[in-house]
């Protein structure tokens, strides 16, 4: 087995609410290997957005390690943090919503091939036509605004500008969660596409079992902002042992296409 | 069955930046009484639009042809009447209410034959509350020979985003008791015992509490319940859920749209369940209507939507659904560890 690409031991954050102290994040652990998809399920406020700006380091923890390639991830900073960041991207809900939503595709890709020195100036409209390629969209697109364009296509970007850096793990947080079902499909699929390619990995936070189900291979089951249970994410779905893991499974709708559905008073 | 109503060739056209967005187009179906009937469809496919046409909410922008028949048998509006009124729970961004009635000329917005016993239904001029200085005044003549169900009385309404169509400002006793006060007559303080009950109905942990919190306290899904009992406060005959358990997380979804179907069971309420999700329409609904770019591409019971669609788009929308038992993506992308 190989080395984890992202190790994360006791994380814990807390947050204080009136009077008293939180923990929104509670001593969870878990690793993600080199090109391995790692989903974090739970119900809403479980703290799986927390883990994710933890590991990002957009915010810091109470307590806990974090290990990123090798390395004591939370020691860095400055222009050794900002080096590592090229490596370790994300994808949200609506990842282009910080934009002008006059800013052309061009503008958004632009950056971190700027940012983080990917390109030169002069090498960078290939590098961004190469860019839409990559996300299977038309090299045309690099000039149209942002708010022109459909939300398939500007989850594509956000991906494209998630891939510029050449990294290692993505961050996912619900980046599919507000697409129409066909095309959240080609989005999922673009991943894998991506993840096989260059040996991507995901840390994919979802509230979807059934998306999780599809593309990822472990699965982290937050409650309460602790580790309900994880393992191998088909067999945990599809026999949960938690309280929380049996209520998500059987909250998910299910479609059974062979049966007389909605004809039965089931409460 | 007997139909609740009967929309026939409905249009529907917004005005944007100049130009005319056709959002439904020659769409004709019966909806009856005291069923569970969804409307599924991507998004932009036209969903709310139908519901807010429904409901009389449109802008007064849109354009409206064709008809949506009432047939309520209880109903009895002695009077035309002013156009839809604001409901209590709608979005105060929809201050902008019109109503198909007062935009379309064509549309035959009548009901049935006038009922016995006006119970649930004060005449018009009693209303007050969140309407006043609303739509009221607004192009009364357009619509003299007919008559419309009454939004907030004879039909409930749950948004997506309860925030939006609760006031901050106002406790959750106060906005329910409202509707109880504007359409069913009642006094305060009976107004208050009801949000009460109704808020036990819902199913709120501590309805004593939850009468005096005010919206920015509750969570979510404890936001939508009370959104929820604000739309049958007046007993409706008909309640609206557009993309109502959207927001939620499964969980909680599964919570609020086992309540639905309780609360419409128990008061033999009609259903019109909006939403993007055919695997939970199919789980709620009796019947499910498909839609696609303004038009209805497929009606039929669930059963046979769901198990031997005709349209081929439907069948797109089946295999597009990404359930517990879903085909691995993985490993047809061939994805290796
Ligand atoms: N900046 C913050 N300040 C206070 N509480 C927070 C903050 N961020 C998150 N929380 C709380 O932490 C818990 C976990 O939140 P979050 O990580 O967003 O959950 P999830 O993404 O699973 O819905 C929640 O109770 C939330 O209210
Ligand atoms: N108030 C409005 N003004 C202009 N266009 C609108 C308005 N509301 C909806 N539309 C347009 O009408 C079409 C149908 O929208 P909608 O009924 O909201 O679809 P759905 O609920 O299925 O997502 C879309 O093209 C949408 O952009
Ligand atoms: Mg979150
Ligand atoms: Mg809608």
Known sequence: MSRPLLAVSGLTKRYRRGDKTIAAVDDVSFDIRPGE????????????????RLVLRLIEPDAGRIEF???????????????????????FQDPLAAFNPRATVARVLDDPLRIHDVASRRERPRGIAALLERVGLSADLAGRAIHEISGGQRQ???????????????????????????????????????QREERIAFLFISHDLGVISAIAHRIVILDAGRVAESGDARAVIGAPQSAIGKALVAAAPKLNRTSTQGTADRQ | MTALLSIRDLMVTYRRDGSEVAALKHVSFDVAASERFAIIGESGSGKSTLALAIAGLLPGSSKVGGSIEWKLPNLRLPHSFAPPSVLPDISPTRGEIGSLAANSSSATLEIGEGGDEGAISPQVGEMSGRTEGGATERRPSAIATSHMPLGGRDIGFVFQDPSASLDPVMTVGEQIAEVAHTHLGLSWSQSYARAKALLERVRLPDPDAALRAYPHQLSGGQKQRVAIAAAIAAGPKLLIADEATSALDAIVQAEIVALIRQLVAEDGMT??????????????????????HGELVELGATAQIVATPRHAYTRALLDAHLGLDAEPLLQQAGASR
Do not use: C, W, Y
């Open chain 1, 37 to 52: 998809t790692l989903a974090l399920a739970g119900p809403s406020g479980s703290g799986k957005s927390t883990i994710a």
């Open chain 1, 69 to 91: 390639e090798g390395g004591d991830f939370l020691a860095l900073n400055g222009a050794a943090l900002r080096a590592r960041r090229a490596r370790l991207q994300m994808v």
């Open chain 1, 156 to 194: 594509r970007i956000a991906i494209a500008r998630a891939i510029a850096t050449k990294p290692s793990l993505i961050v996912l947080d619900e980046a599919v969660s507000a697409l129409d079902v066909s095309v959240r499909r080609q989005i999922l699929q673009l991943l894998l596409d991506l």
């Open chain 2, 271 to 292: 259903l019109l369940f909006v939403s993007h999700d055919i695997a939970l329409a199919a789980e709620l609904a009796e019947r499910i209507a498909v839609f696609r």
